[in-house]
């Protein structure tokens, strides 16, 4: 077979919404990397000036501009693949090309290796095998779950081992007895709200949406699962990809959107396959596409692969992405609700959020109350990773202590050692250590230590870890990730990572103290996006928890 | 009208204490602006779309949370806005300090460019501690790139973009762009080649926005090292007919360089590569200091102004005489000043009834 000419590739794409990213991609597929002569040409075809097309390119991580580019082994050096040896495998990869990536999302299983479409894993490069992602286990304390509830059965991607637990049967009832309002109002009584991080409750957000002029509307799917520590939506997408895609057809139905995108983040490449087949098959049994089972409702879904960068996680930077824009965070307000997607409005939800659609739509929205613990409402899933016997993704109830789900439900620390902190929401909500260790998981409570739950990424550092090193890798993290529009974000992430590396030799203990503060204020109350106002929250409580250490730190670099 | 002086209809907000009007649309900023509140800047460029970069013009709004950035900030009615409480201030002076600390030098030339102190200004205003938040700078030069008129000192970017802003929104030339991410950030064009192998048509609006000096006028940073001050003269462009309003810098009796005209009506600050950098000329060696009569034998001769004015109208009186008062032509150079522009115009017109007369860059 000849590979696919220039215009062919820009052809399969260009007339479906949203095209640059496919046809970027398909040329770093066909070459192995984007070369100059691609970029012009695509910049050419599409209309974009070369500068902007090239400059865009440059943003993401994951496009190569030269051999061996997109085949090279790309070894993921977050925080939990850290512990377990992640520096040591990228040089033992360095004779084929190998580059560090951030966290890529599989925590439960390291290292993972990305070469082209293939996950490989394992704690040494001879030992490199082709991975798939875990199955959750069963629920340890029998809680009745929302979104895992079914995922463990046999053949659950395909249509028909869907349909075998109730699957498409929310879609039904809705398009066929329910009007758009009243599933509004269904998912506005369950009490869901965002699980990607920020919470906003989910039946507000599809009001705003449907209630907003401008046509046609979106529904965009974040499934760019980007945060260190967080797993959760590669695990539903590759065991459960028609949930996800049921929970956006009636969000389809009850906005009034008639289009719908899932933005997948590069690193899952196996889950796009997995997300394509299930598509193509939720098509062709005619519960997505045009007039769904037989109503005037329709709705088409697309699937978008991003190209590595954290940022486009965030909800408006995503939807710059998506329209082939240099992905820099949208000034909020306006929001996306109004205007979102080529400035109409858009959905955007996490993949979780989507996936507990169905579920309550079929048991209603005081099923779905009913999960949580106490006052709290629903469930959330916890990817829990690091110093832990048995690391991977929990449904808690909401409300669950944070010592059930680490000591009874995933077995404790490891023998002999304790556990000396955790982060909450992946990275983003700093740490949590000491008695802030008995907390309960719900956002109430967790706010009130300085930090929240956020998409529900959980990892555990035991007494053996030096909590500085955590720190600094987590504060690289976000300097690697700032997108450079803000400015305290963009110098704040690189002077803090300084602060915590050894770099800053001339600081006393008190100087220190003084710079990272005011540094890490002004970035939580002044950074144009979630990254730099979350950033600081490591430093924070870094300072709060372990400043013994600190003080010892920053003596011994001077 | 109600006792603040605004007709009842008129939506308001509180700005520092004081109710004030605003339009539909109107930013907070605009506002504040309005009604003589200065909020510092440094990515702001009222003729480019808000961009939100540089969180200085934070401000303090009623039932927010975090300080929100004015200059992106659309006012609603009632809005409770407070632009210097302690705690944005103190974010300000921390903002800068962050921005002095990714930068080599603080200290530029103003000739290298309109905005080049806005920077520096705001760290005198502020009493920022440079010194502060030390570490690695952001910020690859390209001291090197081969033209006459653009310095691209990439150690003085603190990525505001608005060269990169100005020159989509108000040029049109998409020459430049944002290359990678944070604190590797880069202002580049097409594949980091040089600005003559790009889009760039050299009019130098991003040089005259740049709040550092990162970006210099080439022509004019020749006359840094003139012991002298700078004085500026308002006039027009006389390029074209579109009749940009240019500042004129000299230093002495020498023209050092042109700034574009922020409030002139027909620009706005926006030149062309003529308008801006095109003014060698003036002053240059070659100009001829006395006039020139073509003599018998085929060569120029020095000759007074007498000798030279009745040689000129000798022939314009034959032409006229032999064919008559529209066989007379006049085009006035661009590069002559206005008022010879204008003289040439009437002496055809006036002079000869005629309205042969045009211009060389007539646009």
Same mark, same amino acid.
């Given at each position: 077979m000849t590979n696919p000419t220039d215009l062919e590739l820009i052809d399969r794409w260009r007339h479906e919404p949203a095209p640059l990213l496919p046809i970027l991609h398909a040329f770093h597929d066909r070459d192995g990397y984007l070369s100059e002569e691609a970029i012009r040409t695509v910049a050419d075809e599409l209309r974009i000036p070369a500068a902007d097309l090239f400059g865009t390119v440059t943003f993401y991580h994951h496009f190569s501009r030269s051999a061996p580019g997109q085949s090279a082994p790309r070894v993921c050096t977050g925080p939990i693949c850290r512990l377990h040896g992640a520096e040591t495998m990228l040089s033992d990869l360095q004779d084929q090309g190998a580059t560090p990536m951030p966290c890529s999302g599989r925590c439960d299983v390291p290292i993972p290796v990305l070469k082209g479409h293939t996950t490989l894993s394992g704690l040494t490069a001879e030992s490199l095998t082709p991975s798939r992602s875990p199955l959750p286990d069963p629920n340890p304390a029998g809680q009745v779950e929302c979104v895992f509830a079914h995922i463990r059965e046999p053949d659950r991607t395909s249509l028909a081992g869907y349909e075998r637990t109730g699957g498409y049967e929310a879609l039904t009832k809705a398009v066929k007895t329910l009007t758009p309002e009243a599933v509004i109002d269904m998912v506005d009584r369950s009490g869901l709200a965002g699980r990607g991080g920020a919470g906003f409750p989910t039946g507000r957000k599809w009001h705003y949406v449907r209630t907003a002029p401008g046509d046609p509307?979106?529904?965009?799917?974040?499934a760019d699962e980007g945060e260190p520590g967080c797993f959760k939506d590669r695990t539903i997408m590759d065991y459960d990809p028609h949930g996800l895609i049921e929970g956006m057809v009636i969000a389809g139905y009850a906005t009034g959107a008639t289009r719908g995108f899932i933005y997948l983040r590069y690193e899952y490449p196996e889950t796009e396959l997995v997300l394509t087949q299930a598509l193509a098959a939720a098509e062709a049994a005619g519960f997505v596409g045009d007039h769904i089972?037989?109503?005037?409702?329709?709705?088409?879904?697309?699937?978008?692969?991003?190209?590595?960068?954290?940022?486009?996680?965030?909800?408006?930077s995503l939807l710059?992405?998506?329209?082939?824009?240099?992905?820099?965070?949208?000034?909020?307000?306006?929001?996306?609700t109004t205007n979102g997607f080529e400035d109409l409005p858009t959905?955007?939800?996490?993949?979780?959020?989507?996936?507990?659609?169905?579920?309550?739509?079929?048991?209603?929205?005081?099923?779905?109350?009913?999960?949580?613990?106490?006052?709290?409402?629903?469930?959330?899933?916890?990817?829990?990773?690091?110093?832990?016997?048995?690391?991977?993704?929990?449904?808690?109830?909401?409300?669950?202590?944070?010592?059930?789900?680490?000591?009874?439900?995933?077995?404790?620390?490891?023998?002999?050692?304790?556990?000396?902190?955790?982060?909450?929401a992946g990275l983003s909500g700093g740490f949590l250590a000491g008695d802030d260790l008995n907390i309960t998981l719900d956002d109430p409570t967790i706010r009130q230590k300085g930090s929240y739950l956020g998409a529900g990424g959980i990892m555990v550092f035991d007494d053996s870890r030096s909590m500085i090193e955590v720190a600094h890798d987590a504060m690289e993290f976000f300097a690697h990730e700032s997108c450079g529009k803000c400015f305290p974000c963009r110098i704040g992430t690189t002077r803090l990572t300084e602060r915590l590396n050894g770099e800053a030799k001339n600081l006393t203990h008190d100087q220190w103290l003084i710079e990272v503060e005011d540094l890490g204020r002004t970035m939580k109350e002044t950074s144009a996006c979630g990254l730099g106002q979350a950033a600081p929250l490591v430093t924070e409580s870094l300072v709060r928890y372990f400043g013994d250490e600190v003080r010892k730190y920053v003596e011994n670099s001077s | 009208m109600n006792q603040n002086g605004h007709h009842p209809k008129q939506k308001t907000i509180i700005l520092n204490g004081r109710e004030v009007a605003f339009f539909e649309g109107e930013t907070v900023y605009e506002v504040a602006q309005r009604n003589q509140q200065d909020i510092p800047t440094l990515c702001y460029d009222d003729r480019l779309e808000p961009f939100g970069g540089c969180r200085l013009c934070v401000v303090d709004v009623e039932g927010m949370r975090n300080p929100v950035a004015s200059c992106t900030f659309q006012a609603t009615p009632g809005l409770v806005v407070n632009t210097h409480t302690e705690r944005i201030e103190t974010h300000r002076k921390t903002l800068l300090e962050m921005v002095v600390s990714e930068n080599r030098e603080l200290e530029v030339d103003p000739l290298r460019g309109y905005a080049s102190q806005e920077l520096t200004d705001l760290v005198s205003?502020? /009493?920022?501690?440079?010194?502060?938040?030390?570490?690695?700078?952001?910020?690859? !030069?390209?001291?090197?790139?081969?033209?006459?008129?653009?310095?691209?000192?990439y150690d003085l970017c603190i990525s505001c973009y608005r060269c990169?802003?100005?020159?989509?929104?108000? /040029?049109?030339?998409?020459?430049?762009?944002?290359?990678?991410?944070?604190?590797? !950030?880069?202002i580049t064009t097409e594949f980091n080649g040089l600005l003559k192998d790009s889009a760039c048509t050299f009019c130098g609006q991003c040089v005259q926005t740049c709040p550092t000096g990162a970006l210099g006028d080439l022509k004019a940073m020749r006359a840094a090292s003139i012991p002298l001050p700078i004085a500026k003269t308002r006039t027009i462009c006389p390029y074209c007919g579109v009749g940009c309003s240019v500042d004129v810098l000299t230093k002495g009796d020498q023209i050092v360089g042109i700034h574009p005209a922020m409030d002139g009506p027909a620009n706005e600050g926006a030149l062309c590569i003529k308008g801006q950098f095109a003014f060698d000329f003036v002053q240059h060696g070659d100009r001829l200091k006395t006039p020139l009569i073509r003599g018998e034998d085929g060569r120029f001769h020095p000759a007074s102004w007498d000798e030279a004015l009745d040689r000129a109208a000798d022939g314009f009186q034959k032409v006229e005489e032999q064919y008559g008062r529209h066989a007379v032509y006049g085009v006035a150079s661009g590069r002559a000043p206005h008022e010879a522009a204008y003289t040439m115009q009437k002496f055809i017109r006036a002079g000869y009834g005629t309205h042969n007369i045009d211009n060389c860059s007539r646009a």
């Open positions: 509307k979106t529904v965009v799917c974040n089972l037989g109503s005037d409702f329709s709705f088409n879904l697309y699937i978008r692969r991003g190209a590595g960068a954290y940022i486009c996680g965030e909800e408006t710059n992405s998506l329209e082939g824009k240099h992905p820099f965070p949208r000034n909020r307000p306006p929001y996306p959905v955007v939800n996490n993949v979780e959020t989507l996936a507990s659609v169905a579920p309550i739509v079929r048991h209603g929205a005081d099923w779905y109350q009913s999960l949580g613990l106490g006052d709290h409402a629903g469930t959330k899933i916890i990817s829990l990773s690091g110093d832990v016997r048995r690391p991977g993704n929990y449904e808690v109830p909401i409300g669950l202590p944070l010592q059930t789900l680490i000591n009874d439900w995933a077995g404790g620390p490891l023998s002999g050692r304790t556990v000396q902190a955790v982060t909450m | 205003l502020y /009493e920022a501690q440079t010194g502060r938040f030390q570490g690695s700078q952001s910020g690859t !030069t390209n001291t090197e790139d081969d033209n006459p008129f653009i310095f691209r000192d990169v802003r100005v020159c989509a929104e108000e /040029e049109g030339d998409y020459a430049i762009s944002i290359m990678n991410r944070g604190f590797e !950030t880069q």
